[in-house]
């Protein structure tokens, strides 16, 4: 029998610190309960701009998570991690939670990639993580069935 290999889908957005960090552990999650050969990452596009980021991850994420039975995870505790070229090598897919606030980022700073990014239509704002939920599960349907 022949062993599936995990393939790895990197989440980006600008400080690694709120809709990445979240994607990233509520993917996790899912593909951990269904069996989905995928893990997720993170990465930010311009870590540096979090300035007034508190902690390895937003507190509201972090609660959110917590309220799934995430607590404990190790993923958690990570401080937010910018993206290097390594990163985007080793993806299998890339998904940028903004397009029009990622989108000059990377083709500022990673402009090979540009066009090798899936983009979502998630606000750096309160309330959309129950948005990055949806995309999550959706995601992860559509990648059952590659």
């Not at 609660?63 to 401080?79: M, Q």
């Not at 606030?101 to 540009?114: G, M, T, V, Y």
Request: with cysteine; charged share 25%.
């Amino acid at each position: 029998m022949s062993e599936q290999r995990e393939k790895t889908v990197l989440f980006l957005c600008t400080g690694n610190y709120y809709r990445s960090r979240f994607a990233e552990c509520f993917f996790n999650s899912v593909a951990s309960e269904t069996g989905l050969p995928w893990r997720a990452t993170s990465r930010g596009l311009a870590v540096e701009r979090g300035t007034h980021n508190i902690g390895p991850m937003a507190k509201s994420a972090i609660a959110s998570l917590e309220n799934r039975g995430l607590r404990g995870s190790e993923d958690l505790k990570r401080f937010p991690v910018q993206l290097a070229p390594a990163d985007l090598e080793t993806a299998h897919l890339i998904v940028a939670l903004k397009q029009v606030e990622h989108l000059p980022l990377l083709r500022e700073r990673f402009p090979a990639w540009a066009d090798k990014v899936e983009f979502w239509h998630i606000d750096d704002a309160p309330g959309v993580l129950g948005l990055i939920e949806k995309e999550v599960a959706e995601l992860a349907a559509r990648l059952r069935t590659m």
